[in-house]
C-alpha cells in the first residue's frame, strides 16, 4: 500500500508560480510512476505531467508543456511540481497519483494509489 500527501496548493495572480510537493510512504520502490492530475469544478479528472522513478522518463500534457515541470526525489519519496506562468484555467484541485511501472499511463484508471488533492487558484 502507497500513501500520498500533497501539499504547495494555493492562491496566486496569473503569471506567478507555485511548486506542488508529493511525498509518498508505505510500500514506496524505484519502479514506481509519479504523476499529477488535476480536476476544475464540472469538468473531468484530466492528466498532467509523469515522471518515472527508474527510468526518469517524463511526459506532459500540451496545455502545461513550456510551463510545468516535473521532478522527483528519490531520497525522499516525494515527486514535484513546478508550476511556472501560470493562468486562470490552471484553477483546480491537483492530485498526485501513483503506479508501478514504467509504460506511460494517462488515464485516471491507470492509477491506484492517489492523494487527497490540493487547491490551486490562479486570479485574472
Known amino acids: 500500500q502507497v500513501q500520498l500527501v500533497e501539499s504547495g496548493g494555493g492562491l496566486v495572480q496569473a503569471g506567478g508560480s507555485l511548486r506542488l510537493s508529493c511525498a509518498a510512504s508505505g510500500r514506496v520502490f524505484s519502479g514506481y510512476t509519479g504523476s499529477w492530475f488535476r480536476q476544475a469544478p464540472g469538468k473531468e479528472r484530466e492528466f498532467v505531467a509523469t515522471?518515472?522513478?527508474?527510468?526518469?522518463?517524463?511526459d506532459y500534457a500540451d496545455s502545461v508543456k513550456g510551463r510545468f515541470t516535473v521532478s522527483g526525489d528519490n531520497a525522499k519519496n516525494t515527486v514535484y511540481l513546478q508550476m511556472n506562468s501560470l493562468k486562470p484555467e490552471d484553477t483546480a484541485v491537483y492530485y498526485c497519483?501513483?503506479?508501478?511501472?514504467?509504460?506511460?499511463?494517462?488515464?485516471?484508471?491507470?492509477?491506484?494509489?492517489w492523494g487527497q488533492g490540493t487547491q490551486v487558484t490562479v486570479s485574472s
Open positions: 497519483a501513483s503506479r508501478v511501472g514504467a509504460r506511460l499511463a494517462t488515464k485516471v484508471y491507470e492509477y491506484p494509489y
Open positions: 515522471i518515472n522513478w527508474s527510468t526518469g522518463y517524463i
